[in-house]
């Protein structure tokens, strides 16, 4: 081939690129809008699983919009508590109606999933699968003089360690493991209410009850994803993860139980009662009801303002349930995200790092610390206003047993 040959052949290669780019560009365009009007922290939904590729766009759009100097310019909420307003430059924090819980779990749950592999502090290698805050057994929670029972100790190098004492320490409260002794040895039917990715069911029918039938729902699809994935397994054949699409107690939403059926409901730290006990929550504790046995338990642990604390305690004994069982966690909840500090500040590291817009220079930059600081927040990192509520006391981190009425009514 002649010089001008070849000269005229990469020329109409150079072309042919061009082209090339150019209608990838005009495909790329209507994805380009979408994610650029998608505000992850409100317009996501709980039947969406997303992929690494749309984790990308969605995250690009977000780091270059003008979500994230109003995100870091926002002032301290005015809230009814002046000494403890918060902002979320300093302390990560985000009005509640500033999110839908819908939208960000469907983040977070497709982040561990996009990342399934992260390393602890100690050089363990795990999947994020505890969701949760968990407590310590450092405080010496769960010892009674009536009933002398001490939460197992989980070791040090175990990343998820915090979640399993929180999990654990649930189904084995006295007057539950009292409980389970009358059924002779038949199957403990469990059911739990918000499971996530059910690591603590995993951990429950595998470990601590695996004489028990234990069916996991939560309302996204995502977290019901990675259950059946990597918890749901067929040597695991006491465990069932199972979607309820708009949440139990959420327009109808059933538990799929028969009346009168179940030994013990759990609620583990999933996102109800976050500011009183109202209609929705009202609709739950009706559903848990209906399916327990009398003198079934309803099981509920979770970090929440104290005053909502009261108002259930003021309210179950009107919906069929008197306490069996109650016990503060606040101290052991606060060492544990003290003793879990470096172990989640590697984990959000690791959870970001696939994707590129928060690489990029300035934008980027501020992108990650928004970021940071809203994963930061919600797993009430110190320093942040979730955690420092739990430090003040204005929320309270509790585990109860709630005993249905032989009447049930």
């Given at each position: 081939?002649?010089?001008?040959?070849?000269?005229?052949?990469?020329?109409?290669?150079?072309?042919?690129c061009?082209?090339?780019?150019?209608?990838?560009?005009?495909l790329?365009?209507?994805?380009?809008?979408?994610?650029?009007?998608?505000?992850?922290?409100?317009?996501?939904?709980?039947?969406?699983?997303?992929?690494?590729?749309?984790?990308?766009?969605?995250?690009?759009?977000?780091?270059?919009?003008?979500?994230?100097?109003?995100?870091?310019?926002?002032?301290?909420?005015?809230?009814?508590?002046?000494?403890?307003?918060?902002?979320?430059?300093?302390?990560?924090d985000?009005?509640?109606?500033?999110?839908?819980?819908?939208?960000?779990?469907?983040?977070?749950?497709?982040?561990?999933?996009?990342?399934?592999?992260?390393?602890?502090?100690?050089?363990?290698?795990?999947?994020?699968?505890?969701?949760t805050?968990?407590?310590?057994?450092?405080?010496?929670?769960?010892?009674?003089?009536?009933?002398?029972?001490?939460?197992?100790?989980?070791?040090?190098?175990?990343?998820?360690r915090?979640?399993?004492?929180?999990?654990?320490?649930?189904?084995?409260?006295?007057?539950?493991?009292?409980?389970?002794?009358?059924?002779?040895?038949?199957?403990?039917?469990?059911?739990?209410?918000?499971?996530?990715?059910?690591?603590?069911a995993?951990?429950?029918?595998?470990?601590?009850?695996p004489?028990?039938?234990?069916?996991?729902?939560?309302?996204?699809?995502?977290?019901?994803?990675?259950?059946?994935?990597?918890?749901?397994?067929?040597?695991?054949?006491?465990?069932?993860?199972?979607?309820?699409?708009?949440?139990?107690?959420?327009?109808?939403?059933?538990?799929?139980?028969?009346?009168?059926?179940?030994?013990?409901?759990?609620?583990?730290?999933?996102?109800?009662?976050?500011?009183?006990?109202?209609?929705?929550?009202?609709?739950?504790?009706?559903?848990?009801?209906?399916?327990?046995?009398?003198?079934?338990?309803?099981?509920?642990?979770?970090?929440?303002?104290?005053?909502?604390w009261?108002?259930?305690?003021?309210?179950?004994?009107?919906?069929?349930?008197?306490?069996?069982?109650?016990?503060?966690?606040?101290?052991?909840?606060?060492?544990?995200?003290?003793?879990?500090?470096?172990?989640?500040?590697?984990?959000?590291?690791?959870?970001?790092?696939?994707?590129?817009?928060?690489?990029?220079?300035?934008?980027?930059?501020?992108?990650?610390?928004?970021?940071?600081?809203?994963?930061?927040?919600?797993?009430?990192?110190?320093?942040?206003?979730?955690?420092?509520?739990?430090?003040?006391?204005?929320?309270?981190?509790?585990?109860?047993?709630?005993?249905?009425?032989?009447?049930?009514?």
């Open positions: 081939m002649s010089k001008n040959a070849k000269v005229e052949e990469k020329k109409q290669g150079g072309g042919n061009k082209y090339i780019v150019l209608l990838l560009a005009v790329m365009v209507p994805l380009v809008r979408w994610a650029a009007a998608f505000n992850p922290l409100t317009d996501g939904g709980s039947g969406l699983d997303y992929s690494v590729t749309t984790m990308q766009f969605i995250l690009g759009a977000f780091c270059f919009s003008p979500l994230i100097p109003m995100i870091l310019d926002k002032p301290a909420d005015d809230g009814d508590y002046p000494e403890e307003n918060y902002s979320f430059a300093e302390h990560g985000v009005p509640e109606e500033d999110y839908k819980q819908d939208s960000i779990y469907a983040i977070l749950y497709s982040m561990y999933r996009n990342a399934p592999v992260l390393t602890s502090e100690h050089g363990v290698k795990y999947e994020f699968t505890f969701n805050w968990g407590i310590s057994n450092s405080d010496q929670a769960g010892k009674d003089p009536k009933y002398p029972i001490q939460f197992e100790a989980y070791p040090p190098t175990d990343p998820q915090h979640g399993k004492h929180a999990y654990r320490g649930l189904v084995v409260q006295p007057p539950v493991t009292e409980y389970i002794k009358t059924l002779n040895g038949k199957p403990v039917e469990i059911v739990e209410v918000g499971c996530g990715t059910g690591a603590g995993n951990l429950i029918t595998r470990e601590v009850l004489n028990s039938n234990y069916l996991a729902l939560d309302m996204q699809q995502a977290a019901i994803n990675t259950c059946n994935r990597k918890h749901a397994t067929p040597d695991n054949k006491g465990l069932t993860c199972k979607r309820i699409p708009n949440g139990v107690g959420i327009n109808g939403g059933k538990i799929p139980n028969e009346d009168s059926s179940v030994d013990i409901v759990v609620i583990s730290e999933t996102h109800i009662a976050e500011a009183e006990i109202g209609d929705l929550e009202k609709s739950i504790f009706a559903e848990i009801r209906r399916v327990l046995k009398p003198g079934g338990f309803f099981v509920w642990g979770n970090a929440l303002p104290t005053s909502v009261n108002q259930g305690d003021a309210y179950l004994p009107t919906a069929g349930f008197e306490m069996a069982y109650n016990t503060n966690h606040t101290t052991g909840a606060v060492i544990a995200r003290d003793e879990d500090a470096a172990r989640v500040d590697l984990a959000i590291a690791q959870l970001i790092s696939p994707y590129w817009a928060l690489q990029a220079p300035y934008f980027g930059e501020r992108c990650a610390a928004v970021s940071e600081r809203l994963i930061g927040n919600f797993y009430r990192h110190p320093g942040t206003a979730m955690y420092l509520k739990m430090v003040s006391g204005l929320d309270s981190y509790m585990h109860q047993a709630w005993r249905v009425t032989a009447e049930g009514k």
